[in-house]
C-alpha cells in the first residue's frame, strides 16, 4: 500500500464513513490540531524517558493520553449525523481528574503565576497545554457548528490542567526552579 493516495490534492480529505470535506473543514482543523498535540505529546514521552524511572508514572499518563487524543480525533472524523456514542466517555474525563488530583499533591501550593520553563520535559509539556487549550477552543466551537461528542470538550479542558500539573511535578522531582511571574513587581531591567 502506497502512503500517498492523491485523493487530497485538490484540498479535500474524507471523514470516516467517506464523506468529503475541505481540509480547511472546522472539523479537520480541530482534529488536526488534536494531532498535534498528540506530536508534542510524543516529545514529551521521550524526553521524560531520558529522567529515568523517577518519571515513570508520567510517562505512563502521557502515553494513555496519546491514546486517548487517537480516539477524540476518531470521534472528531466521524461526521455529526453518522455518530452513536463516542469513544471519550465520562470515565476518561473523571481518570484525568484522579491524576491530577494524585499528582497535584506532589507540589507546592500555587502562590504566584507560573511560566512554561524549568526542565525541558516541563517545557514541552507546557508547550502540548497550549496546544491542547488551542484544540479545546476550536472544539467549542465545532460543538456549537455541527455538534460531536460533549465529552470531548471536557477531556480537553481536564487535560490541559493535567499537563500543567504535570510539568510542575517534573520540575519539583528534578529540584528545578519553576520561572514565576509577580505582577506586583516592577520589571526587572534586561539590558
Do not use: W
Not at 45 to 53: F, N, Y
Not at 139 to 166: K, P, T
Amino acid at each position: 500500500m502506497k502512503i500517498y493516495t492523491k485523493t487530497g490534492d485538490e484540498g479535500q480529505t474524507s471523514l470516516i464513513h467517506g464523506h468529503r470535506v475541505g481540509k480547511d473543514d472546522h472539523r479537520v482543523e480541530t482534529y488536526g490540531t488534536l494531532d498535534e498535540a498528540n506530536s508534542v505529546l510524543g516529545i514529551v514521552a521521550a524526553s521524560l524517558r531520558s529522567h529515568g524511572a523517577v518519571m515513570d508514572d508520567i510517562g505512563k499518563i502521557i502515553v494513555r493520553v496519546q491514546r486517548d487524543l487517537f480516539d477524540l480525533g476518531r470521534d472528531l472524523a466521524t461526521p455529526a449525523d453518522r455518530q452513536s456514542a463516542g469513544f471519550v466517555t465520562t470515565a476518561h474525563v473523571e481518570q484525568l481528574e484522579r491524576a491530577i488530583d494524585r499528582l497535584d499533591a506532589e507540589t507546592p501550593p500555587l502562590r504566584q503565576f507560573i511560566l512554561p520553563g524549568g526542565d525541558l520535559s516541563a517545557c514541552h509539556l507546557h508547550h502540548a497545554r497550549t496546544v491542547v487549550r488551542r484544540a479545546e477552543r476550536l472544539c467549542v466551537g465545532l460543538l456549537r457548528e455541527q455538534g460531536a461528542n460533549m465529552e470531548i470538550r471536557r477531556y480537553l479542558n481536564r487535560l490541559s490542567d493535567l499537563l500543567f500539573v504535570c510539568a510542575r511535578v517534573v520540575n519539583f522531582r528534578l529540584a528545578v526552579s519553576e520561572p514565576t511571574v509577580d505582577f506586583l513587581a516592577p520589571p526587572e531591567d534586561i539590558t
